[in-house]
Structure formats: C-alpha cells, structure tokens
T-cell receptor, first 112, second 113 residues
C-alpha cells in the first residue's frame, strides 16, 4: 500500500538551533500537511500545502511541497522549549486513493 | 482553532463494558474520521464517513462500530471493551474536497482494565 517515509525518527537539539525534517513517497501526492502533537492531545495542523513548489511559513515554521510532488520538508528556526512534541507529515496521493497517508512522526526534544 | 470536540477526554473502565466515545464538530464538514493511536506512535484509520448515513471501515481492523445520523456527530461504540482496546482514539473532520485537510479533536484516552 501507500507509504510515507518520515525522517529523522527523533531529534535532540539545543534551544536556538534550527530543525529540519522531511517526508518522501514513491507516489505523487496532491496535498501535504504538517501536524504537531503534544502528549495526550490531538494533532494540530501547522501548515497545509496544495501545489508543487509551494513554500509556506507559519511563524518560525516553513514547509515546502516538493517539485516532484513526492516529498515535503518542514523547517523550524530558532527552536524553543515549547517546540517539543511529535511532528507528523500527511499527504493525499493523487489518482484514486482518497484518504490521507500519515508518516510515522519525528519526535523532537529541545534542551534549554 | 478547529471546532471539533471529543468526550470523554479520559475513560477507565472494566472489561466487558459497553462504551461510546463522542465526537462532534461545528464546522459543517461532511467527512469525519476515527483514528486509533498508541502513545507516541503512528495514527491508524479505523472508520470514516463521507456524510450522513455513510460509514466505512478504515485500514486497521477494529471491533468498534460507528454511526452518522447527523452531519456534526460521529460516535464510536465498543459493545464489550477488552484490555486490547486500550489506546488513544482521535476524531477528525474535513470538507468534502480534493485536499482532505483534516482537523483533529483532542482525543479520548481509553484504558480497559
């Protein structure tokens, strides 16, 4: 079936550092979404991308929809302790499969 | 902020009990979903609905059932809970469009003793 490869699986960084994570697929996607989940809570939508090449920012977060439509990345600049959590990518494949596919998540820890 | 609500937030029950997890949204979304997630792990789709009187099973087999009698309401029921049902259950909704941008509720953490 359809799969998304999300990496890295986990990251341990110092406060103030920049962070980058990405998702790749062997299939073409027409939507890429990035979510953040805090412990015991539901995922919160951070950024939604709908066009190849699209680059969108939300505060210190920036995400891009890859030109090939098979990947997306999320960058966090100048990380702060409240950035801690699990970041999930999700995408909707083009052509028939009409549900979101989720990555396995990137677990981010920020040391003050 | 997405207007999607789940109750209860936490539930601890004994084996064999019947439970219903509530999910409601005020965004007028046609599509609604239930996911099951073990702590810190992947999300697994167990049920979805494209509108009133429409329900489908998801990718992960589940002993739970759902109903969609009203657009805003998508409850999930377990007729006889077992310890293997212990998990977090997340409800989500989206507009009926090609983008499928889903908004999640806060989740229900279920523990079956």
């Amino acid at each position: 079936g359809q799969q998304l490869n999300q990496s890295p699986q986990s990251m341990f960084i110092q406060e103030g550092e920049d962070v980058s994570m990405n998702c790749t697929s062997s299939s073409i996607f027409n939507t890429w979404l990035w979510y953040k989940q805090d412990p015991g809570e539901g995922p919160v939508l951070l950024i939604a991308l709908y066009k190849a090449g699209e680059l969108t920012s939300n505060g210190r977060l920036t995400a891009q929809f890859g030109i090939t439509r098979k990947d997306s990345f999320l960058n966090i600049s100048a990380s702060i302790p409240s950035d801690v959590g699990i970041y999930f990518c999700a995408g909707r494949p083009s052509g028939g499969y009409n549900k979101l596919i989720f990555g396995a998540g990137t677990r981010l820890a920020v040391h003050p | 902020e997405a207007d999607i609500y789940q109750t209860p937030r936490y539930l601890v029950i004994g084996t064999g009990k019947k439970i219903t997890l509530e999910c409601s949204q005020t965004m007028g979304h046609d599509k609604m979903y239930w996911y099951q997630q073990d702590p810190g792990m992947e999300l697994h789709l167990i049920h979805y609905s494209y509108g009133v009187n429409s329900t489908e099973k998801g990718d992960l087999s589940s002993e739970s059932t759902v109903s969609r009698i009203r657009t805003e309401h998508f409850p999930l029921t377990l007729e006889s809970a077992r310890p293997s049902h212990t998990s977090q259950y997340l409800c989500a909704s989206s507009e009926f469009s090609s983008t499928d941008t889903q908004y999640f509720g806060p989740g229900t953490r279920l523990t079956v003793l």
